[in-house]
T-cell receptor
Framework: DTEVTQTPKHLVMGMTNKKSLKCEQHMGHRAMYWYKQKAKKPPELMFVYSYEKLSINESVPSRFSPECPNSSLLNLHLHALQPEDSALYLC?????????????FGSGTQLSVL | AQRVTQPEKLLSVFKGAPVELKCNYSYSGSPELFWYVQYSRQRLQLLLRHISRESIKGFTADLNKGETSFHLKKPFAQEEDSAMYYCALKGYGQNFVFGPGTRLSVLP
């Protein structure tokens, strides 16, 4: 299995809702990432987990809460989002946090906040 | 700070013409540079990385530390090369930073 799987593919939520995005990989990768991508813009790094520990938080608002339950799973919990948070949320993984590594991306969750 | 710039938002070439997508970076350490590609309705995927010095789908890229550049080149463009291309830099830790992207359009 050489894929990163993200669910759901599409999500519409209100500003008072609580929802979660899920990401899964079974390649034995030990680094996992959340990126946010607005239309016609590059992916922007949000969080990095390395060996199941949060290693990078790019000053993301607390309404986004990441979680890494185990080495194969990565969640992004959403609460009280704003309409400007509407974007494509990409999950990625890489082999580990040292040495040269390439990112494997999921197909993303298209999030719309109403 | 690490930063990647791609000066062209859109690049249009005719089929069979050479193509060069420009990428410049700023980083105080030894960078690892990558090119990622996103074809229509497909996920973002790695095209090539400087450390491998490989040619993928006819594309090559050379890291020029003096000019802090990592331009992507192909001698003869094909229509199937039309896509969004992102230059990326891996800096400290696992911090991958992407450039703004260049949309390549190969015309028949």
């Amino acid at each position: 299995d050489t894929e990163v799987t993200q669910t759901p593919k599409h999500l519409v939520m209100g500003m008072t809702n609580k929802k979660s995005l899920k990401c899964e990989q079974h390649m034995g990768h030990r680094a996992m990432y959340w990126y946010k991508q607005k239309a016609k813009k590059p992916p922007e790094l949000m969080f990095v987990y390395s060996y199941e520990k949060l290693s990078i938080n790019e000053s993301v608002p607390s309404r986004f809460s990441p979680e890494c339950p185990n080495s194969s799973l990565l969640n992004l919990h959403l609460h009280a989002l704003q309409p400007e948070d509407s974007a494509l949320y990409l999950c990625a993984s890489s082999q580990d946090g040292t040495g040269t590594a390439k990112l494997f991306f999921g197909s993303g969750t298209q999030l719309s906040v109403l | 700070a690490q930063r990647v710039t791609q000066p062209e938002k859109l690049l249009s070439v005719f089929k069979g013409a050479p193509v060069e997508l420009k990428c410049n970076y700023s980083y105080s350490g030894s960078p690892e540079l990558f090119w990622y590609v996103q074809y229509s309705r497909q996920r973002l995927q790695l095209l090539l990385r400087h450390i491998s010095r490989e040619s993928i789908k006819g594309f090559t890229a050379d890291l020029n530390k003096g000019e802090t550049s990592f331009h992507l080149k192909k001698p003869f463009a094909q229509e199937e090369d039309s896509a969004m291309y992102y230059c990326a830099l891996k800096g400290y830790g696992q911090n991958f930073v992407f450039g703004p992207g260049t949309r390549l359009s190969v015309l028949p």
